[in-house]
């Protein structure tokens, strides 16, 4: 296991719909990390997206869980090694249910500075950006 990985904990509705979603985006399920209240999907090797039925989500806090089909509490932004693989995982997600965001304005102003990205709604709302960026010294 890496030294520094990422977990996002995020409450879902229907733990099947969402297993579903993700793996239809590529990404796989830990099955050593699964169970009737959450389930791993695992990102990279870096990056892991715990999705956790509200009942089991409230174990980790005694706020309120957020409505993010009503507002936007955080952006997920993942970077991709091309602009054809942000397309790609967009059109993965959408086609596995996920609403697509468009913001033209957004667009040109990324477009300026070299980079290009795409965001969706997973079935639950969260907010989701897949980018690329075009930087001197980048890989």
Wanted: aromatic share 10%.
């Amino acid at each position: 296991m890496a030294s520094k990985m990422i977990f996002i904990n995020l409450p879902v509705e229907d733990l099947e719909r969402s297993k579903s979603f993700y793996e239809a985006l590529g990404w796989k399920i830990n099955p050593d990390f699964t169970d009737e209240n959450a389930a791993c999907v695992v990102v990279d090797d870096n990056i892991c997206i715990m999705l956790l039925t509200h009942h089991h989500f409230e174990v980790f806090t005694s706020r309120p869980i957020a409505d993010t089909r009503a507002a936007t509490g955080s952006i997920y932004a993942l970077s991709l090694g091309s602009a054809a693989e942000v397309e790609t995982l967009i059109e993965a997600a959408k086609a596995a249910g996920a609403t697509e965001e468009i913001s033209e304005d957004k667009r040109a102003q990324e477009e300026a500075v070299g980079m290009f990205s795409r965001a969706f709604l997973d079935p639950d709302g969260h907010h989701w950006e897949a980018f690329w960026m075009d930087y001197p010294g980048g890989n």
